[in-house]
């Protein structure tokens, strides 16, 4: 081989190497080109899915923050720009029924993305301003649905007395500028000591005792102390000052201690033993709602400060007994010793809870 042959040689290898290095390198160029234009495409995609799970679970989260019972049925899946979402819940999370999660699935190409909030259900309560029914009336200061004694040296200073049953005053009873009204007959035992400028009216229409509205009115009260956490078992239980001024006692009065500032309801037995009945009302609420059929009695130094609303019971007041408030009683009621009634701060009537409206308030607590 020449000379020239051979640097012939060497020149088409080392042009050859030359366009192997440049393939080579050109290869490696258009590869990573390829890889950066794919993980940009990832990026891209994946952060237009998040950006749709998100939208999604907004969507979501906006459906549920005002009506927390939709929570159940929150399973949606729609198309949103070039790309979709799929919602899902996660219902009485940790075991609390007002706790949940939302959770978003976003897809888009070959993106892909979840994301979840943790929720709870705060309800906002508020009072209702335009409360026309706030207050309860009745037509009389003492109704009875059976007989009413007024006996002893009782000073009744109502303005109107109505018994559907037969209506009795003796003793040295005063009654001031009192309507003693009976379904029945009024009779006046002692004409000389029984005093006062009273009228008397027989033979009225019956008086309808537990109404519907009465009812509706002691519901009220019930629905109030459970709002206000203020249910009790026994009457050991009730404070004598209980939360938000009304306590609900579903039993009897057995071991209360009969004294308090509120408005005490009981579905039970009532038997009060003895002096120590101090009973303070508030917000002109009634001061006792006996429910059952008991024999309420007070004796000597009972003070209550209050309607008495007992449209299933029957009431002896004996003693130095001092009743100042509206009382409305289902049976028959008995007064004797020195005992004085009064019409009380809230006059023919009482006043009724503030009606309350609770709305869902749905917050995030944490997002993932």
């Given at each position: 081989?020449?000379?020239?042959?051979?640097?012939?040689?060497?020149?088409?290898?080392?042009?050859?190497?030359?366009?192997?290095?440049?393939?080579?390198?050109?290869?490696?160029?258009?590869?990573?080109?390829?890889?950066?234009?794919?993980?940009?495409?990832?990026?891209?995609?994946?952060?237009?899915?998040?950006?749709?799970?998100?939208?999604?679970?907004?969507?979501?989260?906006?459906?549920?923050?005002?009506?927390?019972?939709?929570?159940?049925?929150?399973?949606?899946?729609?198309?949103?720009?070039?790309?979709?979402?799929?919602?899902?819940?996660?219902?009485?999370?940790?075991?609390?029924?007002?706790?949940?999660?939302?959770?978003?699935?976003?897809?888009?190409?070959?993106?892909?993305?979840?994301?979840?909030?943790?929720?709870?259900?705060?309800?906002?309560?508020?009072?209702?301003?335009?409360?026309?029914?706030?207050?309860?009336?009745?037509?009389?200061?003492?109704?009875?649905?059976?007989?009413?004694?007024?006996?002893?040296?009782?000073?009744?200073?109502?303005?109107?007395?109505?018994?559907?049953?037969?209506?009795?005053?003796?003793?040295?009873?005063?009654?001031?500028?009192?309507?003693?009204?009976?379904?029945?007959?009024?009779?006046?035992?002692?004409?000389?000591?029984?005093?006062?400028?009273?009228?008397?009216?027989?033979?009225?229409?019956?008086?309808?005792?537990?109404?519907?509205?009465?009812?509706?009115?002691?519901?009220?009260?019930?629905?109030?102390?459970?709002?206000?956490?203020?249910?009790?078992?026994?009457?050991?239980?009730?404070?004598a000052a209980p939360p938000g001024g009304v306590a609900y006692c579903t039993g009897g009065s057995d071991g209360w201690s009969k004294?308090?500032?509120?408005?005490?309801?009981?579905?039970?037995?009532?038997?009060f033993q003895g002096s120590g009945v101090d009973i303070q009302s508030v917000n002109g609420y009634p001061a006792l709602i006996v429910?059952?059929?008991?024999?309420?009695?007070?004796?000597?130094?009972?003070?209550?400060?209050?309607?008495?609303?007992?449209?299933?019971?029957?009431?002896?007041?004996?003693?130095?007994?001092?009743?100042?408030?509206?009382?409305?009683?289902?049976?028959?009621?008995?007064?004797?010793?020195?005992?004085?009634?009064?019409?009380?701060?809230?006059?023919?009537?009482?006043?009724?809870?503030?009606?309350?409206?609770?709305?869902?308030?749905?917050?995030?607590?944490?997002?993932?």
């Amino acid at each position: 081989m020449t000379r020239r042959q051979r640097q012939e040689g060497t020149a088409l290898i080392i042009v050859l190497g030359i366009i192997v290095v440049v393939t080579i390198t050109a290869g490696a160029m258009s590869y990573t080109a390829t890889q950066q234009m794919h993980a940009a495409k990832v990026t891209r995609e994946t952060l237009k899915a998040r950006l749709i799970a998100e939208s999604g679970l907004n969507k979501a989260y906006n459906a549920v923050k005002g009506d927390f019972s939709q929570i159940s049925t929150c399973a949606e899946s729609g198309t949103l720009g070039d790309g979709t979402f799929a919602v899902r819940s996660v219902t009485a999370l940790g075991g609390n029924p007002n706790r949940a999660q939302i959770v978003s699935e976003g897809r888009c190409g070959i993106g892909h993305a979840v994301v979840s909030v943790d929720l709870e259900n705060v309800p906002i309560r508020t009072s209702d301003d335009d409360d026309g029914d706030g207050f309860f009336p009745l037509v009389y200061d003492l109704l009875v649905g059976g007989d009413l004694l007024l006996n002893g040296n009782i000073r009744a200073l109502f303005d109107a007395i109505f018994a559907n049953g037969l209506l009795t005053v003796g003793g040295s009873s005063f009654l001031g500028d009192t309507t003693l009204s009976s379904a029945n007959k009024v009779v006046i035992k002692n004409l000389k000591k029984v005093s006062g400028p009273y009228t008397i009216e027989e033979g009225c229409p019956p008086q309808t005792i537990s109404s519907e509205a009465l009812t509706a009115a002691i519901d009220a009260f019930k629905a109030y102390a459970q709002a206000n956490g203020a249910v009790y078992a026994s009457g050991a239980d009730i404070p004598a000052a209980p939360p938000g001024g009304v306590a609900y006692c579903t039993g009897g009065s057995d071991g209360w201690s009969k004294q308090g500032t509120g408005c005490f309801i009981f579905e039970g037995e009532v038997a009060f033993q003895g002096s120590g009945v101090d009973i303070q009302s508030v917000n002109g609420y009634p001061a006792l709602i006996v429910l059952s059929a008991s024999n309420v009695k007070f004796n000597s130094n009972a003070v209550i400060h209050g309607a008495l609303i007992m449209p299933n019971a029957s009431i002896t007041v004996n003693g130095h007994a001092e009743i100042h408030g509206a009382i409305l009683v289902g049976q028959g009621m008995g007064g004797n010793g020195t005992a004085d009634l009064f019409p009380g701060d809230s006059g023919q009537g009482f006043n009724l809870p503030e009606r309350e409206n609770i709305t869902d308030n749905v917050i995030i607590t944490a997002w993932h």
